[in-house]
């Protein structure tokens, strides 16, 4: 086959002279999406975290987690290129895994970032086809739910990664896009007192901080109790406190096709706003 040069989503050059044969994921969704476009005996190596689908975690080799990677584990493995993300893994690991093959890293906060990993998979490994099955699959569901969500009233959301710290989805993340799809406005979207993408917060200022409708607890990275729940509930005025599934708000990939279904039956679990009225 022809030699192809693409461009990654951090803007560098990458030159294949054939279609990458061994692959090393370093990211849980882009593991499920090079699944999903039929690359399961490409794949040789991927986290601990990877765990869609399933069976992946007894067939491939565990090279670490994504943020700790066992870099002999992985030059043993002989890849002909290793799958980053500039979020997932850091730049050190970035930079000592180019020794070994190409390293990919792929950059995703939009919808159309999502869509263009999935446009360069495709082209990378020769799946064209079948990115664009999914492309085609992720549009018409994104499409769907965007007449569903046109006569939904807002919300106010605080949305928790983490307890102890208690730390929150900011702006400039994947997971402040989908929410602001959802129509949920974050009140912790670039606030003045706790800008980064994922802040540490007082939950004790919740109700200065924006007071939010809803707070929902991730069931990833960190598995939240009852008590945090009700922790949290304590410091707003009127908030409803729901686990969500993380995945369908953090995973991208093919993920998405799923997601927009999971977002319909949240909005039905949450029934319409309320109308608050406060006694003093």
Known sequence: MA???????LGIEHTFQSTPKRIVSLVPSQTELLYDLGLEDSIVGITKFCI?????KSTKTIVGGTKQVKIEKIKALQPDIIIANKEENTE??????????PVWVTDIVSIEDNIQMIEDFGQIFNKRTEAQKWIDKINFAYQDFQNFIADKKPRKVAYFIWANPYMVAGGETYINELLKLNKFQNIYDNHPNYPGRYPEIVIQKMRIQGDPDVVFLSSEPFPFKDEHAFELGRYTHHAIT????????????????KAFEYFKKLHERLGEPHEHHHHH
């Not at 869609?52 to 992946?56: D, K, S, T």
């Open 52 to 56: 869609h689908p399933f069976h992946l």
């Open 242 to 257: 729901i686990f969500v599934d993380g995945e369908m708000f953090s995973w991208y990939g093919t993920r998405l096709a």
């Open 92 to 101: 050190e690991i970035v930079a000592s895994l180019r020794a070994i093959a």
């Open 3 to 9: 030699t192809k040069t693409i461009t990654d989503q």
